[in-house]
């Protein structure tokens, strides 16, 4: 019986290269390189075993990338807060 | 059946509740990146590589490509980052395919599955990796500005 393919997450992980973390997104994009090369010669339990790394290598790109945005964004709301507390911008 | 239809109202809440904030997430995504230059502002987060080492990564500018391209400046995008554009070639693409395959029960091959596909993807980006990096005419074009 014909096995559909693996989803090898190619899309996610090139996502993950330009948005945030290149070290997940390529590592992502060589578990999905072989997703297709592993499935093309019949091996299907090897390409859903890298589909699976895959996917996990694009989560936890991904949950980097909007961790650190957010801490980003709190820490420089932080120092924002306490300039604004001490007077920082009463000349305006 | 009618068991289950109090964990089925549960389920479709809980997706509805899930779905309302992405949406929200990308509203807001959307609306600051509409207004706001990166270029101009230093509270968004920088490239760390680039940060450690002055290196430009292969996703350096994509923030302010994402800019330029909510402004509708498409040279823009792409004096940024040129790889924004093939990602963004290649999510449509994606999206297409399954789309059509899906809804209008198509069935046409979606080269992302493609065995050499990956690899072709990788050293392209390698190499603009690379590239963008050499401080020269004609290679400087690929670095953000």
């Known amino acids: 019986m014909e096995q559909p393919q693996p989803k090898n997450y190619l899309v996610e992980a090139i996502l993950i290269t330009i948005f945030c973390c290149q070290p997940f ?43 650190a945005g957010i801490l980003f964004l709190l820490i420089y709301g932080a120092i924002f807060f306490f300039a604004y507390q001490s007077g920082e911008f009463n000349d305006f | 059946m009618e068991r289950f239809s109090f964990l089925h109202t549960k389920v479709v809440s809980l997706m509805t509740f899930k779905h309302v904030a992405i949406f929200l997430l990308l509203l807001g995504i959307v609306l600051l990146y509409l207004n706001i230059n990166p270029n101009e502002v230093d509270f968004l987060p920088k490239c760390p590589l680039y940060f450690t080492t002055g290196l430009y990564c292969p996703g350096c500018g994509s923030q302010r490509a994402t800019h330029q391209l909510l402004n509708l400046n498409f040279l823009g995008v792409v004096q940024q980052n040129l790889l924004y554009v093939l990602g963004f070639v290649i999510f449509t693409y994606h999206i297409v395919i399954l789309g059509l395959n899906r809804f209008l029960n198509k069935t046409y091959y979606n080269y992302i599955y493609h065995p050499k596909t990956p690899i072709a993807l990788l050293l392209v980006i390698i190499a603009f990796w690379i590239f963008r990096n050499i401080p020269t005419y004609p290679f400087n074009l690929l670095a953000p500005q």
């Open chain 1, 25 to 67: 997104g390529i590592v992502g994009i060589v578990f999905s390189s072989q997703v297709n090369s592993k499935y093309a010669v019949g091996d299907y339990e090897g390409a859903l075993q890298a589909s699976k790394e895959a996917k996990k290598w694009t989560k936890w790109g991904f949950i980097t990338g909007l961790v």
